[in-house]
């Protein structure tokens, strides 16, 4: 089990990485955000908004919603 001292010290060690993460994680929820809002898609726009999935939620949006027009 990863305990909250190997995280942080990750974290520490590697800045670039986690920033890297942080940024891609805000890309893909912005984005994923952005096309919920445009479809009008008000139940997905407020789960992405509201459930904090690392990325998850608004991956799987993306990729079932591409179809979509």
């Known amino acids: ?8 010290t990750w974290m520490a060690a590697n ?4 920033l890297l993460i942080l940024a891609l994680i805000l890309l893909v929820k912005g984005l994923a955000l952005y ?18 999935t690392l990325g998850i939620l608004p991956l799987l949006y993306l990729i079932f ?5």
Do not use: Y
Request: no cysteine.
């Open 1 to 8: 089990m990863i305990d909250f001292i190997m995280i942080t």
């Open 15 to 18: 800045p670039a990485k986690v």
């Open 35 to 52: 096309k919920a809002a445009r479809k009008q898609s008000i139940i997905w726009f407020w789960l992405i908004l509201v459930l904090n």
């Open 65 to 69: 919603s591409r179809g979509e027009r």
